[in-house]
């Protein structure tokens, strides 16, 4: 019997399944950790629904994350859509007895011209949704994978058309449920806040200056974000019987109520329809990677929406990701390239999560102590512009807060 071509088709298919990897979940992660696998030549297995194109939030995205969209062909399409955030304020609305005073962040302190873009979800996931589908190296089912087969050298997807994908890397892109990371045994430490985000959009009679503010409250925050024009965005976080009281307010109402909060520092305010409900929560996964599967966006973090950090994050996982996947080429699914994944994620992903839950906390306590630190912490940042000017660093790329300061020490 000649074994040469049987040799030879066995080589092919090791070939083609060390080259391929499977990204589970067509959120915005999915969609992005897709594009950048496949523009890191790996082909890809995309598995998911169609993109949600209802999606009436909007998505404050930080410069790296923008230059990780503009190498992937998708930030010229959508950057007419979006509008520059060139200054950040915090402004404590607690009412409490310790209250802090504005603190104000300027793009320009530290030489940017814009901290980043906030653009609508429709037109993101509709511009990532469209270069997916003009990317020859991706192939999209949309299905959803039914059951996981971890074995030690490869995942296999089982889907709910009947059919079956596998490869050595399975990318979980599938949001804060995960099943590709229940199926890799990786447990998660989950805590419900006892709140909800609010979240529309509104016009206002006076310019943004393409400024946002977030005023914190004794629920959470209440986060106003430019939009191109006189339009924002807004992300109220309240008790969540509160936010189904807002909701079924009347346009004219709720617009009254939002211009009282933001003391009418936007003139008149006028609410848009479309009003979306989000039930907080955090979650904390144990590990970020193992059998055969690597964590990204929701799936590796969930934290309550302040500060403007989720999908920069998740932006950052893929980034990380690509970056082991590239050095481990002959099997980026292998236990060290996982290994190295995890060890590469796991400060990022922990100081973030801890700082955006414990700024929750302290707005949600009635402790002294907590409002005496949040204070503290603002007023120091207020009235220290190097520290400011670390933090805004810090909070674009993580690590570059810290090259400016040795930088500057040096000199
Ligand atoms: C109110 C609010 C405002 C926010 N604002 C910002 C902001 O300004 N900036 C920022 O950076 N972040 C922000 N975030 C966070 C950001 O929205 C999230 O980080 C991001 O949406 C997470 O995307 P994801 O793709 O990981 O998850 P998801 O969007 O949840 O996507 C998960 C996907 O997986 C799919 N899926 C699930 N199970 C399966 C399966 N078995 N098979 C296949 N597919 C499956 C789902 O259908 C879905 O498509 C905000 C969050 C909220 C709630």
Redesign the pocket.
Not at 24 to 32: E, M, Q, R, Y
Not at 296 to 302: C, K, Y
């Given at each position: 019997m000649d074994t040469e071509p049987f040799l030879m088709s066995n080589l092919a298919q090791s070939q083609e399944l060390d080259q391929r990897v499977i990204v589970?979940?067509?959120?915005?992660?999915?969609?992005?950790a897709a594009l950048a696998f496949a523009d890191a030549g790996f082909r890809v297995s995309l598995?998911?629904?169609a993109?949600?194109i209802q999606?009436g939030?909007?998505?404050?995205?930080?410069n790296p994350?923008l230059a990780m969209l503009d190498r992937l062909g998708v930030l010229k399409p959508l950057a007419h859509k979006a509008a520059p955030l060139k200054v950040m304020r915090i402004v404590d609305a607690t009412g409490r007895l310790i209250r802090s005073p504005v603190v104000t962040f300027r793009a320009s302190e530290i030489d940017e011209h814009r901290f980043g873009l906030?653009m609508p979800?429709t037109v993101l996931n509709q511009t990532l949704a469209d270069t997916v589908a003009a990317q020859p190296a991706i192939e999209w089912r949309k299905?959803?994978?039914?059951s996981w087969r971890l074995e030690a050298d490869r995942a296999i997807?089982a889907?709910?058309d009947g059919h079956e994908v596998e490869s050595r890397l399975a990318v979980a892109?599938?949001?804060?449920?995960?099943?590709?990371r229940q199926a890799a045994g990786i447990a998660v430490s989950t805590r419900p806040y006892p709140q909800a985000?609010l979240?529309l959009n509104f016009t206002h009679t006076s310019d943004h200056a393409f400024t946002s503010t977030e005023f914190h409250t004794e629920t959470g925050p209440f986060t106003q974000?430019p939009l191109p024009g006189k339009r924002s965005s807004l992300?109220w976080v309240v008790k969540p019987e509160t936010a189904q009281e807002l909701t079924a307010l009347d346009n004219e109402t709720l617009s009254m109520r939002i211009e009282k909060k933001m003391q009418s520092m936007l003139g008149r305010v006028t609410v848009e329809s479309g009003r979306?409900i989000?039930p907080?929560s955090a979650a904390t996964p144990w590990r970020f990677a193992h059998n055969r599967v690597a964590l990204?966006?929701?799936?590796?973090?969930?934290f309550?929406?302040i500060g403007?950090?989720?999908?920069?994050?998740?932006?950052r996982d893929i980034d990380d990701l690509i970056g082991v996947a590239q050095q481990n080429r002959a099997d980026p699914g292998s236990a060290n390239a996982l290994a190295a994944y995890d060890f590469k994620r796991r400060p990022d992903i922990l100081a973030r999560s801890s700082a955006v839950n414990l700024l929750n906390m302290t707005l949600l306590s009635d402790m002294l102590p907590a409002q005496m630190a949040r204070s503290a912490g603002l007023d120091v940042l207020r009235a220290f512009a190097p520290l400011r000017a670390f933090f805004m660093r810090e909070g674009l790329r993580p690590g570059s807060g810290f090259s400016a300061v040795t930088g500057a020490l040096r000199k």
């Open positions: 589970a979940g067509t959120g915005p992660v999915g969609l992005i598995i998911g629904p993109a949600n999606d939030r909007t998505t404050a995205l930080m994350a906030n979800n299905s959803l994978v039914s997807a889907l709910s892109a599938d949001g804060r449920l995960s099943q590709a985000a979240v974000v992300v979306q989000y907080l990204v966006g929701e799936a590796a973090h969930v309550p929406p403007a950090q989720g999908l920069n994050l998740g932006i």
